[in-house]
């Protein structure tokens, strides 16, 4: 015989703390998460009292918070149906079914949970609540169907709802009840529910938030908590501050926000809310070196628009200096790449972290504005609404920590000195979901992926673009204040002249005066050496092509001749001496170009002669007649009768001119048509001017075009090419520059004018 019974679950009195525990982290998310409750109630204000603190907002035992708002609020059914039922469904409904509340919000919150903040702030809560009044409204829906839809109308209903907990006869756990154990289980805890028929608290009256006087709508709600659980610092309510400050674009002017946070301590506003606001727009309008406003990236048409420092910069996937980035050639690979993630819009201020105090500028922090600005990051927001959570110091949703982890730091801006916002909308950005519990975006799916890499090019143009051209204008000035206070050897002659008659002085300054000059030498010599090392690097990569070209063409047709023979296949003497003839040409190119290239190495370039220019110039068109003929560029040399003489070695020509064929052919292969080169060589005024027809040079770019390290093909260029060629021709008394008159100008693109004026011996 089997006995069965029906039996209920029926959880202790303790999953309130243990829920509270899981779901709210400390006091601070608690308060936070309450004010969220206010915003999905459509508040435009919250005003959040610490009444009865002690000054440093330490507790004492009459202490209590206070939190109001005048959102929609809560009847009777609303309290005894969905308040008292945790995890209640009415906002997971809301939210996956995409309704917005009346003023356009998408929901905080969806797992219902949110009333357990209240239980990690304090034991006695009173929840005075006055619902705001509906009528019904007859809409037709996209269907034509006629639908019956309650409105809010702009009074509060008759009644006030009181809603009273007091568990301070209970410890934390619920284990025990004034000092006595006892097995309490969650339907033993007593709640009161109050229904006031002539409303009190919540009336039409006037009230002051900040500086402002307000009337008070007749609706809304007031919670207040007492018999406090935890302590309270400036530093928890400047948090606090913080986190609300988040909820919303940190940008947002306050004229054109729809929700307000105040806090007070008694009948006075903090000081935190205005002082931190004041604080971070400061840094941000005032500190940073960009100013990245009004962007925005169009998904149809792939283009990147936004203002500068006051200047309009317009982008897209066709300009060299976004499909120059490796980022770029790796994940969209060419211009017609289609991307899923929608338009979006964006604005960041990029900072400098390392200005030292030797070198101070406009826009040095000081340390608490260097910590201001390392608790933002790049936030990312839907409609407003911050996405969780993205923009928290310790969360890299852009990969940046990760990318600087794997390639050199210098090829990011780094996370904390970026301070920005990301803007997506529900309508405008569909397949970018949100996880079920808020925390970040779905992982999964092309659309993600774009708009990360998408954003990761736009910062990556930005460091390696306009950045880099501060970091330059920045050396150059830090330069010129060291050169103003005075080389360190006309220092020490200056003390050797104030010290003559001090022989122990004087003979330190001899002693440091040698090793200086010793150590100097070193360091030149080693410069000189890194230098002309990169250079050969450089054009061996340009020349290693065309030679691994022939060998593996050689290899080729060896190896078929050597299957052939091997099967026993006839070949007949004529064919035979054609395919070896065909085998020794490849290789006796290879054995061209290794001369030519022998004459970059250290052991053939150090010999200064006479060298006629031509001769140079057809050695390395030799290396790039392939490439120009695939590429259908025309090339021309025209020369005056007069050669060009110039007293060098071959290595520095070689390398000069290698580097300006190189950057034509890239350049050039960016133009659909009149794809050129001409060369102008004057023997006569000791001159020669290259030149092609392809997009020039950016008037941005023109200061830079021979610093280290700055290139304008993205990542694809080092940036060390016109640096190195500028170097080797300044040894010889040389120039290189770009033309500045039109007579120097002979093709549309760019133009670079080299003199030889040193006379020949």
Partial sequence: MCLSKNLKIRPYARLITMLGDQLIKNEIIALVELIKNSYDADASWVKVSFIDFNEDFSVKPISKIVIEDDGCGMDEKILEKHWLNPATPDKLKRKSERTLTDKKRIMQGEKGIGRFAIFKLGKNIKIISRRQ??????????????????????????????????????????????????????????????????????????????????VRKPYGTRIEISDLKSNWSVAKIEKVQREIGKMQPIFAKDDFSDFHVWIYQDEKVHISQERYKEKLTTCLENKSVFKVKDGKFDSKTNEIKFELNGKQIELSFDDPDINGLKLFQKYFKDSSYMTECGDFNFE????????????????????????????????????????????????????IDMA????????????????????????????LKDKTNREGLIEEGKALEDFINVLQLILKYLRKKVYAQYLIDKKRKADIDHAKKGRPLEIIEKAKKQYQNDENTLKFLNKFETSYRQEQKVLFDRIDKTESLAAVGLSIETASHDIMLFIKKTLENQDALIKELMLGSEINQNELITRLTLIRGNLSMVETQMKDIQLLFPSTKSKTKNINVSDIIEKVYGLYKRPFAENKIKYNVCSTDKPLIVKTTDAVLLQVLINLFDNALYWLKTVSKEREILISIDGNQQKLIFSDSGPGIKEEDIPYVFEAFYSGKGEEGRGLGLYIAKQLLDKYDYT???AEFSKDKKLKGANFVMEFIKEVQ
């Avoid at 008759?158 to 006595?180: Q, T």
């Avoid at 101070?360 to 609404?385: A, F, G, V």
């Avoid at 982890?405 to 909308?425: H, K, M, P, R, W």
Wanted: aromatic share 10%; proline share 3%.
């Fill in 404 to 431: 600087r982890g794997t390639v050199s730091a210098a090829e990011f801006l780094s996370n904390d000195q970026v301070v920005g916002c990301v803007y997506i909308t529900q309508d405008g950005n569909p397949k």
């Fill in 133 to 214: 009044k509906q009528i019904k409204e007859e809409v037709q829906l996209d269907n034509g169907v006629l639908s019956i839809k309650n409105k809010f109308i702009d009074e509060g209903e008759n009644v006030e709802n009181i809603l009273s907990y007091n568990f301070s006869n209970y410890d934390d756990n619920f284990l025990f009840e004034s000092g006595e154990e006892k097995e309490l289980f969650l339907d033993d805890l007593d709640v009161v529910l109050e229904v006031e028929q002539e409303p009190k608290v919540i009336m039409a009256e006037k009230i002051l938030l900040g500086t402002s006087e307000i």
């Fill in 736 to 738: 290189i520059d770009l």
């Fill in 348 to 399: 960041f201020y990029i900072f400098d972290l390392k200005i030292s105090s030797e070198n101070p500028s406009k826009y040095m922090l000081d340390k608490d504005e260097k910590d201001i600005i390392k608790e933002h990051r790049i936030y990312l927001y839907r409609d407003n609404i911050r996405v969780m959570p993205y923009g928290d110091p310790d969360d890299d949703w852009l990969r």
